[in-house]
């Protein structure tokens, strides 16, 4: 029983689309707001934590790594690349909590859309989960779930600990960064045919959509990622506002008691 249930936790053999009822999308954006107020809530308490970014990002590792092990050994794939957003963020937000603190400003539009990525793309994947073909439980299931969730907790870490305040120029910068990366994506899923973040094929309304001819289909999914991006960015900003300024507050009072001791 339990050999079987590992061999089907690891195989590479397609079971299913897996289905996902109201009820459990509910659930889904439930946790995800418990994520975010958990993450600011954990900052207010403890201002200056600079472990607990660390953490997240060791976790996110792990998951990363486990599962595009398997993407390679398994070869469930023929292009196993890491071309969608949420990913790439996941790639980007790691390596941020491991350089110097100085990078985060010296590579500004990237941090900036890393973070922002990392909390539009788990609150999508959960109003419409487009996981892989396979029934519970298995590997890249925990890892679209799991991985999502620590996402967006690893989003609202960033931006409490970002000491700049979120501007215009940081989301025009982001938005540049954003149409770059969409035009690389955009080159590789069509030479080696292979959906990278759906702009060959949109997981919602895909038919008409394609009816419009594939120059008119890009722009389409061109427009909604910049637009859903912006929204994503305000919100986030919004957060910012009336969540750090409490944050900034007792972390220079924690510095300054710190220096008289």
């Given at each position: 029983?339990?050999?079987k249930?590992?061999?089907?936790?690891?195989?590479?053999?397609?079971?299913?689309?897996?289905t996902?009822?109201?009820?459990?999308?509910?659930?889904?954006?439930?946790?995800?707001?418990?994520?975010?107020?958990?993450?600011a809530?954990?900052?207010?308490?403890?201002?200056?934590?600079q472990?607990?970014?660390?953490?997240?990002?060791?976790?996110?590792?792990?998951?990363?790594?486990?599962?595009?092990i398997?993407?390679r050994v398994?070869?469930?794939?023929?292009?196993?690349?890491?071309?969608?957003?949420?990913?790439?963020?996941?790639?980007?937000?790691?390596l941020?909590?491991?350089?110097?603190?100085?990078?985060?400003?010296?590579?500004?539009?990237?941090?900036?859309?890393?973070?922002?990525m990392?909390?539009?793309?788990?609150?999508?994947?959960?109003?419409?989960?487009?996981?892989?073909?396979?029934?519970?439980?298995h590997?890249?299931?925990?890892s679209?779930?799991?991985?999502?969730?620590?996402?967006?907790?690893?989003?609202m870490?960033?931006?409490?600990?970002?000491?700049?305040r979120?501007?215009?120029k940081?989301?025009?910068?982001?938005?540049?960064?954003?149409?770059v990366?969409?035009?690389?994506?955009?080159?590789?899923?069509?030479?080696?045919?292979?959906?990278?973040?759906?702009?060959?094929?949109?997981?919602?309304?895909?038919a008409?959509?394609?009816?419009?001819?594939?120059?008119?289909?890009?722009?389409?999914?061109?427009?909604?990622?910049?637009?859903?991006?912006?929204?994503?960015?305000?919100?986030?900003k919004?957060?910012?506002?009336?969540a750090?300024?409490?944050?900034?507050?007792?972390?220079?009072?924690?510095?300054a008691?710190?220096?008289?001791?």
């Amino acid at each position: 029983m339990q050999e079987k249930l590992w061999k089907d936790f690891f195989s590479s053999v397609p079971t299913g689309e897996p289905t996902f009822t109201v009820p459990v999308i509910i659930a889904l954006q439930a946790l995800l707001v418990l994520g975010v107020l958990g993450t600011a809530l954990w900052y207010r308490k403890f201002p200056d934590s600079q472990r607990f970014l660390k953490v997240i990002a060791g976790l996110q590792l792990v998951e990363f790594l486990s599962v595009n092990i398997w993407y390679r050994v398994a070869g469930y794939l023929a292009y196993p690349l890491p071309l969608y957003h949420c990913r790439l963020a996941k790639i980007l937000l790691i390596l941020f909590a491991f350089l110097p603190r100085k990078t985060r400003r010296t590579l500004r539009p990237l941090f900036i859309y890393a973070v922002v990525m990392a909390f539009f793309g788990p609150i999508s994947s959960f109003v419409y989960p487009n996981p892989d073909p396979f029934q519970w439980p298995h590997i890249t299931l925990v890892s679209y779930f799991f991985g999502h969730f620590n996402l967006i907790v690893f989003a609202m870490a960033y931006m409490m600990e970002d000491e700049l305040r979120w501007t215009w120029k940081d989301l025009v910068h982001s938005q540049i960064l954003l149409l770059v990366f969409n035009l690389g994506i955009l080159v590789v899923a069509r030479q080696t045919q292979t959906n990278y973040s759906y702009l060959l094929e949109s997981p919602l309304f895909n038919a008409k959509l394609q009816a419009f001819g594939p120059t008119v289909f890009v722009v389409i999914m061109f427009a909604a990622y910049a637009i859903l991006y912006s929204v994503s960015f305000f919100i986030m900003k919004s957060i910012e506002h009336k969540a750090k300024k409490e944050i900034f507050l007792k972390r220079e009072l924690l510095v300054a008691s710190k220096e008289t001791m």
